[in-house]
């Protein structure tokens, strides 16, 4: 990763992940899931892959790029379910802690701190995009989940030959059947799979999510890193928009 690169993913998963605390907190009760969850998919996507991991109350959940905890937060409260939240962005995981009160560590894909085989359930949701080591970091998932344990994930894939526009620093999608050839490489057989409707929420949801996101513009809307971060968003919009890139939903089973 470039110096630039390194400093979009600052801007977008850092100090956004601080702003996007600090907005959630001013708001008040029922915003900081829903923006927590922003680039994690839907709420239809999250049941999607809980239904499909077979998650039961009490179970350990390992979130690799959890980001700001929304979907470990969403998951332990619907399911009972035990999450603890990896994310290599410090300002990510201190607002975790302090929005959810979830147990959450500085920690890369590739680097996961957890013994071998300690869970049966693991998901990384729109995190395989924004790192090169695809490999290591699926490989890292193999090593602490349990044989026969289920990882689920969110990929956005590239599904035409050439990218219309470009994509945000730092990212490289995978085409569906390199995604493929990645799990079957790092010892996952795939269970199901399905495209993601990204907008499938409950009411409320998104007004919810898009209050904090103004909240955000009318605090730093000046500050050079928002508008990096903004720019960063916007070209991954338009390449859904287009439908250059799939939001692919994948879960599968690590082999013995």
Known sequence: MSEL???????????????????????????????????????G????????????PGDLLVDSGAGVGGPARWVAGEREVAPV????????????????????AVALAQALPLRDRVTGAAWSLGV???????????AELHRVLRPGGRLGLLVFAQVVDELPAPPPDGNTFPTPAELTALLDGAGFDVVDRATADLHDNPPGWQDAADAVDAEVARRHGEDPRYRHSLQQAQRMGALLSAGALSPELVVAARRA
């Open 5 to 43: 690169d390194s400093e979009a993913m600052e801007d977008e998963f850092g100090v956004a992940a601080a702003w996007t605390e600090e907005a959630a907190r001013a708001l008040g009760p029922g915003h900081a899931v829903p923006a927590g969850c922003r680039g994690s998919g839907s709420v």
């Open 45 to 56: 996507s999250l049941r999607w892959l809980a239904d499909r991991l077979e998650l039961a």
């Open 85 to 104: 939240c990896l994310e290599p962005m410090v300002g990510a995981v201190h607002a975790s802690r302090r929005l959810f009160g979830l147990p959450s």
């Open 128 to 138: 395989l995009c924004t790192t090169a080591d695809k490999a290591g970091a699926l």
